[in-house]
Structures are given as structure tokens and as C-alpha cells.
């Protein structure tokens, strides 16, 4: 490769603009112990990479492991740092980026809670039912809206109510799989 | 079986470190490690130097791990103790140098209440270590200081933490042995990949200017590493330079040598690395002091990078054929695939990059202009050189332009030799350093090639060298200056000298005596050789002020933002060129 297409990362010019940034959704199986999630948030935030989303939930109990889901973006020279830097990590197991690998299913929760009286209100409900969402809550003045999705649906739903009368959104962030028969290592 | 036996905590830590093989630690105790203090006291097998500082500790820890292959251990207490740890272990971070430091805690019931001489050690020093623990149960000890070591050891080398909270260390509980200790999640590969090695050799057996860029890696990789790096250099006749984190692993005065490249490198290694077509990188990570500008970097080469870190692989730089493995691995390799083939490089083509190597050392880059009346800093080192080279030298530096003149002017035949601070350049580093390496090498010469405003960082170890009668030589090129930042502000501050001047500087002679040493000072050139043997020939620790010319510069140098062929050479260059050599964008890095 010539030395014209190389280059990120070094104090020494430096030109990012030129690469495209890449959306990717890592899945991280790690040992479930104390300072781990730190360890992990601490390299993005030390190193200067993006977390656009980050779960973590212990997945199986008896084997001691947690499974992060992380939507990061950046040049595909940092995605690749970005999979080095988790993977030498001593507590994780395993780093698989879903993105790369191609086929995958991204869900994500949304608590969306939405203020009104009249028409707004009659709206919002009917939205809500469009998008599948469920009334968790309700009072003469408001819903909670429980809606799973595509982030980018949820993204929609939540642009949608903004006018009915949306005050508060509360988010999972993302939890991905692969499709078909493909299994994450551990 | 012994191993069924119930110990208390502290018990644990001192068995664990007897079974680990440790013979020193480097240490300072405190409330919060006063029962580990306590077995210290009863028991023969590990060996106790009290410091002065605990970042002291660190870095003796370094020293004594860099040149002996073996971990390097020490010991500190919660909250302060603690803190002055974080210097040395991200010195070791940043030079893979493996490290265990144990920390006092205090009792796991006031953690988190701002107890007494509590600090988050395990936050603290997250970033700074390869792994760190806080140990919870007594249970878990054990287990975790054998976890430690193997981690610490094993892979990319690095520093690790293990906080032990003052409860756990008199809790009593079971102690197992370091044998089978696995971390399932922690698995490094140090096997290359067979087509990896084919393609390597494919590539190396068509080069027509080829060159070998080595580093740390090889001198991590222990002492096979070097045996095998000098049969492949010997067979392939392949020209090679090294980082300064790798001096050594190939003898300074081999047929190939081209000397250190990077910034402050010869101008045949940087003009060779600008030129070469076929890059064999072992061990090395291309740091920016390496790479100068990245756009210039070595353009018309294929690279080949053997690493046992992926997440060195293609940071800065993009290669052409990565090789994960660990360096000695990776030569066996190369050699056995290159002997299966009998490969020969083609003569005419290697005998034509051999001439223009030649052509590029005749320029001589590291000529200076010699003085009778002052002694020329370079002039201090090549002589120290002349003078400890038939010796069973160990050397150390501080930080600085002396660091720099001791990596040219030194000339390192072995591995594990040279101690230096490279990657995070700590000043301070090079006195506890060579305090480290004395404890593991005590009848060797053990030379700290300091500077003035380093040596006063660290300086107080000086009495731990007495304490423990380490006879190490601190040589101090005294010139007055903080003299690497005087020469960049007359690089790129217009001359304008901010507070790099060391004023007040201790008589060190003075000083010397007054710790209980030697003191030992030479202004003159032709005393220099008698004083230098006068040092040697002193048994203790002996602090030498060599005053030398307050305002040399360091060269040759690549200037920050600059490509490899545009080095500024050391006789020739005059107070303008020096002045203008970096632009207004090369002024902003480092
Ligand atoms: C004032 C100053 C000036 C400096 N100027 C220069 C200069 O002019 N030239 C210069 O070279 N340096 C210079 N340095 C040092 C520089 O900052 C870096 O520390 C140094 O270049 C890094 O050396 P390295 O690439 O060998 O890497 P190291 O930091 O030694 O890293 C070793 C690499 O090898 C890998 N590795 C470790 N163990 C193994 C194994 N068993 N098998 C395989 N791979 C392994 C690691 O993953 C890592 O990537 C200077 C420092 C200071 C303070
Ligand atoms: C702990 C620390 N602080 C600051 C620096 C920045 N620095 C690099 S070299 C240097 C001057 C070193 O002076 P001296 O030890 O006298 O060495 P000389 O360059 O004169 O040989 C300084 C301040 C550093 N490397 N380390
Ligand atoms: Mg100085």
C-alpha cells in the first residue's frame, strides 16, 4: 500500500476528512466482573472513539459473562483499532462486529412519555398504534408509550410525537444478534 | 498437603511471591500493607528494598525486569502510596515492561466512605495498567497474585495492580500454588500464521533494497529473540536499524548496523527506512518519534510488521503483511522457511543498497566539533563508552538530550542492557532504574547516564543505594540546561530560554557526601578518562558531575513534521537553519 493512502492515528498529519465514518455494532463478551464496564468505557473515552450506544447485561449467570452491545462510529482504520483495543482487553472474551459480518437484528426499548388533552392526544394514540407501541401508563394528561424497534424507528416515533406532546423519552440503548444459525464464541 | 492449609492474607502475598520466584521487592511501607511488612519480617525468601519514594519503587521494578527477563515487583500502601505509583506504571505501559505492584487497601468496610488514606486505586490506575484487581475475599488472593504475574508476563507484556483491602490481608483462608493458572478470557496467540510467513518470505526474497526495523519487541521476547534476529541478519545479509526501546538485540558492532533511527537517528538508518523497498518490522510500533510525517513515511516500501499485539498492527501505519506472533516465534519461522527454499537475495541489487548505505554513513551524521578547554557532551558518553565496553556494563538514562547522545555514542553488543524511558520519557527514570538493576546484577557496573534536571527528580533512591550498598555510577552530563527543552525553544521559541535554565543547582559532590557516597566532579577533557576510571574503581555509589558545554545540541535530527530525508545534521548546521528548520504547522506536535 503507498504511503498516500495511508495514515490515522499519529500526531502527524492527520487527515480524517478524507475517510468516510462508518456506523458499526460490536457485540463483546467479557468476564462479569468489577471494572470491567469502566475498563471499556474508559479506552473510548482515554482513546478518543465515539459510543453512540452501549448495553450490558449479564447473559449467563452461571458462566460469569456479560454481553456488551456497542454502536460506535469512525474510519474503518478506527473500527479496527477500536476491535484490537476490546479484544486484548484481558476480561473479554470475545469481540464480534455484527456490521461486518453482515446479517443482524438491532432492537431497542423506548419509554416515551407524551403530555396532552384533546386532539393531540387523540392523535398520539392513534400514532402509537401505527407504530405498535404499547399504553403502559395513562392519565387524564398523558401516556407512557412502550415501543421496541429499530433504533432508527424508534428515532421516528419520537420526531412523530414531538409536536403531540412528547416530554420525556427513556431508551435501552441497543441489544443486537446475528441472524440464522451463527453463534457468538465465548 | 500444604496447599489445604488455611494462612492469613498476608501470609498468602509472601508465599505466593516466594512461589512466583521473586527475589526483591521494591517497597515502602504504611498502615494499610503493615501486615505484609509484617511476614517480610518473618521470613527469608524475598528480599525487602526500602525506597525513598514509591515512584522509586516503580521504576527500580522496571530496571530490575528489563534486565533480567523476570518481573519486576513492588510495593506500596493505600491513598499517597498508592498515587506515587501511577508515574511508574504507566512508564511500564507505554514500554511493555511487565510489572506487579501490590497496594494496600483500606478494610473493604470503609471503602467508599473516605476513609483514611483511601483513594480508588483500581480507578486510578485502570488506564495505566494492562489488568488490575481489588481482592474481595481472601479465597480469591492467591489465585489472583498468580493471575498477576501471568498476565503481566505473558503476551505484550505490561503493568498490573493488585489492591489488597488491610482486612483481607488478616483474613484467613486457603492458599493454592501458581500451577495451572489460566485466565480463560486471556489468551495470546504467539504462533504465526504459516501463509503469513510464506508471504513474508515471497516478498523478502524479491527485495531489492531490503531493511530490518527492530525494536522493543525483540528484547521482550527474551534472549533467543536476539540469537535468532542476528542468524537471520547473518543468512539474509538484509541491512538493519533499531528503535531505541531495542538497542542491543542486534550488536552494535555487526556488519549490517546502520545505528538507532527516528528522530534523533543516523542518517543512514532514516535515509535507508526512506529508501528501503522491502520493510521488515520486528517488534516495533511505529511511533511518531519513528515515523516523522506519515505521508512521507517510507514510501515506496511493502511493509512487513511482526507483533504480538493485533491492536499494534496497522495503528499508524498500514502494512502489507502482518505477522501476530511473538518475535522469536516469527524468526524461527522466517528461517526455517527461508532454509527450506534457500533463498538468496540478489546479489547485485543488495550489493547496490549496501553502496548507497555506505555513501549515507560517509557523511558521518554524528560528528561533532571537538573542544579541548570544555568537554563536549558527546565526547563524555563515547569515552564512558571506551572506558566500561570490555566491563560488564549495565546502562540507564534519565530524559533528555543526554539520553538521546547516550543511545548514539553508547554502543550496545547485548540485550537487556540498556534501561531507557522511551515511551512516556520520564524524567527520573534512570537513578531508581539502575538502583533496580543493581539488586539483580550485583557485581556488575551499573552506569545511570543522567542529567542534571532529571538526576533532582528521583535523587533521594541515592540513598537507597547506600542503604543497601548498590554500588551504582550515577554519570551526570551536567550542562546547566534543561537541555532537550532549551534546544526546541531555540528550535521553535525563537531562542527565547523559558525557564530552562537550572539554577541552583546542588553541588553535587556536596551532595554525594552528604548521603553517605562518593562524590566525584570533572570540568576538563583530558581528565576525563582518569576520573571516569577513578568512578569505576570506586566500590559504593558514586555521583559524577561531568560539566560539559552548557549549549550543544543534539543531532542529527528530524525535525517534528518533517520527512526522514529532511535531517538537520549535527557540525555544519548554523544558529539559522537551527532557528527556521520547523514550520508553523510542525510547531504544534510533539
Ligand atoms: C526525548 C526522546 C526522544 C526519542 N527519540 C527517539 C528516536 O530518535 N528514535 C527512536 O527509536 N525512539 C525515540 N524515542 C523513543 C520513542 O518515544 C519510543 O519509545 C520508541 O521509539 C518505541 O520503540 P518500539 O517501536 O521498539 O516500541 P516498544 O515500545 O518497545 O514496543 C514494542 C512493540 O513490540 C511488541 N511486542 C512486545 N513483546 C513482543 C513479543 N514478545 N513478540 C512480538 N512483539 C512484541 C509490542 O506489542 C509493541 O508493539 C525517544 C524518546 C524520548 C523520551
Ligand atoms: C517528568 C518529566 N517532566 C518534564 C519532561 C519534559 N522534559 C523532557 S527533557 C527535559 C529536560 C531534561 O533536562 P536534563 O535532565 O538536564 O537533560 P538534558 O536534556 O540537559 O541532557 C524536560 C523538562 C519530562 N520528559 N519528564
Ligand atoms: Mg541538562
Known amino acids: ?12 498529519f492527520i487527515d480524517t476528512k478524507k475517510q468516510e465514518i462508518e456506523t458499526h455494532t460490536l457485540a463483546v463478551i467479557a468476564e462479569n466482573q468489577p471494572g470491567v464496564l469502566a475498563r471499556i468505557i474508559g479506552l473510548f473515552a482515554g482513546r478518543g472513539y465515539n459510543i453512540d450506544s452501549l448495553t450490558v447485561s449479564e447473559t449467563e449467570h452461571e458462566k460469569h459473562v456479560s454481553r456488551f452491545t456497542i454502536v460506535t462510529t469512525g474510519t474503518a482504520a478506527v473500527i479496527t483499532q477500536i476491535k484490537a483495543q476490546l479484544d486484548r482487553m484481558v476480561p473479554v472474551h470475545s469481540v464480534a462486529d455484527l456490521t461486518a459480518e453482515g446479517n443482524f437484528l438491532a432492537r431497542e426499548l423506548a419509554l416515551v412519555k407524551v403530555n396532552g388533552l384533546g386532539d393531540k392526544r387523540i392523535e398520539a394514540l392513534r400514532l402509537g398504534d401505527a407504530f405498535r407501541a404499547r399504553v403502559v401508563d395513562a392519565s387524564v394528561e398523558s401516556f407512557v408509550f412502550e415501543l421496541t424497534g429499530k433504533p432508527d424507528k424508534i428515532d ?22 446475528s441472524r440464522g444459525i451463527e453463534v457468538l464464541k465465548d | 498437603m500444604a496447599d489445604e492449609e488455611l494462612m492469613t492474607g498476608a501470609e498468602i502475598v509472601l508465599r505466593a511471591l516466594a512461589d512466583q520466584g521473586v527475589a526483591h521487592v521494591f517497597g515502602y511501607p504504611g498502615g494499610a500493607v503493615l501486615p505484609i511488612y509484617d511476614e517480610f519480617f518473618q521470613q527469608e525468601k524475598v528480599k525487602h528494598i526500602l525506597v525513598r519514594h514509591e515512584q522509586g519503587a516503580t521504576h527500580m521494578a522496571e530496571g530490575y525486569a528489563r534486565s533480567t527477563g523476570k518481573c519486576g515487583v513492588a510495593l506500596a500502601t493505600s491513598g499517597p502510596g498508592a498515587t506515587n505509583c501511577v508515574t511508574g506504571l504507566t512508564d511500564a505501559m507505554l514500554d511493555s515492561i511487565p510489572m506487579v505492584l501490590i497496594t494496600g487497601q483500606v478494610p473493604t468496610h470503609l471503602i467508599g466512605m473516605d476513609a483514611f488514606q ?20 481472601v479465597n480469591d488472593l492467591a489465585r489472583i497474585i498468580h493471575e498477576a504475574f501471568y498476565v503481566a508476563m505473558t503476551g505484550r507484556p505490561g503493568p498490573v495492580v493488585v489492591d489488597i483491602p488491610k482486612d483481607v490481608q488478616f ?22 500464521n504459516v501463509t503469513a510467513i510464506e508471504a513474508a518470505i515471497d516478498l523478502i526474497s524479491k527485495a531489492k533494497r531490503p531493511l530490518l526495523y527492530t525494536g522493543g519487541g525483540v528484547i521482550n521476547s527474551g534472549l533467543e529473540a536476539s540469537k535468532l534476529l542476528r542468524e537471520f541478519v547473518a543468512l539474509s545479509g538484509i541491512p538493519i536499524t533499531s528503535t531505541l526501546m531495542g538497542l542491543g538485540a542486534y550488536p552494535a558492532s ?5 545505528g538507532m533511527l527516528g528522530m534523533h537517528g543516523t542518517y543512514e538508518a532514516n535515509m535507508a527506512m526512506h529508501d528501503c523497498d522491502v520493510m521488515i518490522n520486528v517488534g516495533a510500533r511505529f511511533d511518531d518519534r519513528i515515523t516523522g510525517r506519515l505521508d512521507a513515511f517510507a514510501p515506496n516500501s511493502k511493509k512487513i510488521h511482526i507483533d504480538i499485539d493485533p491492536s499494534s498492527i496497522n495503528k499508524t501505519v498500514k502494512v502489507d503483511i502482518p505477522i501476530v506472533a511473538d518475535v522469536k516465534q516469527a524468526l524461527a519461522a522466517l528461517l526455517a522457511e527461508w532454509k527450506k527454499r534457500g533463498v538468496k537475495l540478489d546479489a547485485v541489487s543488495l550489493d547496490s543498497w549496501k553502496r ?71 524524567m527520573g ?41 548498590l554500588p551504582v555510577k550515577i554519570f551526570i552530563v551536567n550542562n546547566h540546561y534543561m537541555g532537550m527543552v532549551r534546544q526546541w525553544q531555540q528550535l521553535l521559541h525563537g531562542n527565547r530560554l523559558s525557564e530552562s535554565y537550572s539554577d541552583a543547582l546542588p553541588d553535587f559532590v556536596k551532595l554525594a557526601e552528604a548521603y553517605g557516597g562518593t562524590g566525584l566532579r570533572c570540568s576538563k577533557p583530558a581528565e576525563l578518562d582518569a576520573a571516569i576510571m577513578q568512578m569505576i574503581n570506586t566500590p559504593g555509589p558514586v555521583l559524577f558531575d561531568c560539566e560539559v558545554a552548557n549549549l550543544a545540541n543534539c543531532f542529527p535530527m528530524i525535525p517534528s513534521g518533517k520527512a526522514h530525508n529532511e535531517m538537520l545534521l549535527g557540525a555544519d548546521v548554523s544558529d539559522e537553519d537551527v532557528g527556521s528548520a520547523i514550520d508553523a504547522r510542525g510547531k504544534q506536535l510533539v
Open chain 2, 254 to 258: 555487526g556488519k549490517e548496523w546502520l
Open chain 2, 429 to 469: 527514570y534512570g537513578l531508581p532504574a539502575a538502583v533496580g538493576v543493581q539488586a539483580a546484577h550485583p557485581k556488575s557496573l551499573v552506569i545511570d547516564i543522567a542529567g542534571d534536571a532529571s538526576v533532582q527528580m528521583t535523587m533521594q533512591e541515592f540513598s537507597t543505594a547506600i542503604q543497601y550498598r
Open chain 2, 118 to 137: 483511601e483513594c480508588d486505586t483500581v480507578g486510578i490506575t485502570r488506564p495505566c495498567t494492562k489488568q488490575n484487581w481489588l481482592v474481595k475475599n
Open chain 2, 171 to 192: 483474613a484467613k483462608g486457603k492458599y493454592t500454588g501458581p500451577e495451572g493458572v489460566i485466565v480463560k478470557s486471556y489468551q495470546p496467540k504467539t504462533a504465526p
Open chain 1, 156 to 177: 421516528q416515533f419520537i420526531s412523530l410525537m414531538m409536536p403531540l406532546g412528547l416530554v420525556e423519552v427513556s431508551r435501552t440503548g441497543v441489544a443486537a444478534i
Open chain 2, 356 to 426: 548507497k548505505i555506505d555513501q549515507w554513513k560517509s557523511v558521518d551524521c554524528l560528528k561533532y566539533k571537538p573542544n579541548r578547554d570544555v568537554i563536549m557532551p558527546q565526547y563524555a558518553i563515547q569515552r564512558l563508552y571506551e572506558l566500561t565496553k570490555t566491563r560488564d556494563t549495565y546502562i540507564t538514562t534519565e530524559v533528555g538530550q543526554h539520553q538521546m547522545w547516550a543511545a548514539q555514542f553508547y554502543r550496545f553488543e547485548e540485550p537487556n542492557r540498556w534501561m531507557t524511558s522511551g515511551g512516556l520519557g520520564t
Open chain 1, 1 to 12: 500500500m503507498s504511503a498516500h493512502q495511508q495514515g490515522t492515528g499519529s500526531a502527524y
